[in-house]
């Protein structure tokens, strides 16, 4: 029987807790390696842009990403060889220079609001997770999180809330929820849901049940 890597994909809307789930599998397997790819650090390059034109780009479109090269990189990772995997500037709206050597891994996690979208990249996974939060909770995270880490104003994060992310989350995130194998509500604080996916990929490993 040929060794595969069990892929479990993990979707969900912004600020939902999915680095959070993401952060709590990865702990547990730390050793038996696992390799995480976002799918935001696959966000098209637009270097080739001036800054004010990146700030019109829609973030949460399914279109904003370079989808191509993300399953590439999954069907490398699945085939053990090592990828470069692209590393993202949130505060520049644009891909950064430097790129990330990425080993293959028994583990792939694939992490983004739109990872369950691409029927090509559904069906290279294994387990499909799904984290749902409340989206008062979400925007409350996000106003909170885009100030600190992203080099947002709280107006830009609300703007950019009712424009694009709640308008493409009902439109493309929400919808996706349905090609779900389990939903988590509450994310990362969820330690049962969590416990449950660590057993099951567990077993996958042991006996080669994904294949
Ligand atoms: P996502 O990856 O879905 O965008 P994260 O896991 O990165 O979500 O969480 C987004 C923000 O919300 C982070 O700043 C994180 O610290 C915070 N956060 C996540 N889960 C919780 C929680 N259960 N309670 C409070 N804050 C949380
Ligand atoms: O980590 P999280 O899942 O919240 O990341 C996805 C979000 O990042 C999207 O909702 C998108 O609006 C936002 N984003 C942004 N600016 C960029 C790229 C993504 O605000 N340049």
Redesign the pocket.
Known sequence: MTKRPVVIGIA???????????RAIYDVFRDHSVVVIEQDYYYKDQSHMTFDERLLTNYDHPLAFDTDLLIEHVHSLIDYKAVKKPVYDYVQHTRSEEVIDVEPKDVIIV?G?LVLEDERLRDLMDIKLF?DTDSD?RII??I??DIK?RGRTADSVIDQYLSAVRPMHNMFIEPTKRYADVIIP????NNVAIDLMVTKIKTILETGANL
Request: glycine share 20%.
């Open positions: 969900g809307g912004s600020c939902s807790g999915k680095t959070s789930v993401t992490e609001i984290v909770l995270r996000r909170q999180r880490e509450e994310g990362g604080d």
